[in-house]
């Protein structure tokens, strides 16, 4: 039997998710109700098989291996798995500097 861990989204990437979506809501409410489906459904899925997503390649280069991340359209989900935890850290827009995000959050 496969192991089962819990999805947990912290305020820090529940904050970039309702960021993001107000400004989608702005232009399509359709639009920022499908996303909001599309990436908390992608990211439950983790509870089944959180090595799925690839390790940050950003912070790869630096030997740092605990964060990963699904893509989902054009937003970075990133999360760490703890034990039986998947903890949701951040949601960014992948054309913005993720180097410089990741490290002021994760490293900083």
């Not at 702005?26 to 983790?46: E, G, T, V, W, Y």
């Not at 690839?54 to 630096?62: D, G, K, N, S």
Request: no cysteine.
């Amino acid at each position: 039997m496969a192991k089962t861990f819990s999805v947990f989204w912290t305020n820090t990437a529940q904050n970039d998710l309702s960021a993001i979506l107000e400004y989608i809501h702005h232009d399509s409410p359709q639009n920022a109700r499908s996303i909001l489906k599309s990436m908390k459904d992608q990211a439950q899925k983790l509870n089944t098989f959180p090595e799925r997503g690839r390790i940050v390649p950003e912070l790869r280069e630096f030997g740092i291996l605990i964060y990963r991340e699904l893509i989902i359209d054009r937003w970075r989900v990133m999360y760490k798995i703890d034990a039986d935890h998947v903890y949701v850290l951040s949601v960014i827009d992948s054309r913005q500097n993720a180097e410089d995000i990741l490290f002021h959050r994760f490293i900083g």
